[in-house]
């Protein structure tokens, strides 16, 4: 009976070091989710900047000679 306590009190033993150590791994996966979360955020900004720059370029573009004969 005393065995059974003992192995009982090993696997509680292991069951608590493996919830720590599970718990320390979902601290460290959500630090790295808030960085890629900024990361994609600040990617995306550079994106739409991007976009805004070329679309300003190609507004300010010469029509095309089709688009000149048709007027």
């Known amino acids: 009976m005393i065995s059974d306590f003992t ?3 090993d696997k509680v033993r ?5 919830s720590q150590a599970l718990r ?3 601290a460290a996966l959500r630090g790295e989710l808030a960085t890629l ?3 994609n955020t ?5 994106m739409k900047q991007a976009h805004d720059r070329v679309e ?3 507004r300010g573009l010469p ?3 089709s688009d000149e004969e048709a007027a």
């Open 37 to 39: 979360a900024d990361e």
């Open 24 to 26: 320390s791994e979902n």
């Open 14 to 18: 292991q069951l608590a070091e493996l």
């Open 56 to 58: 300003t370029l190609l």
């Open 42 to 46: 600040r990617l995306a900004s550079r």
């Open 7 to 9: 192995s009982l009190l």
């Open 63 to 65: 029509a095309e000679a």
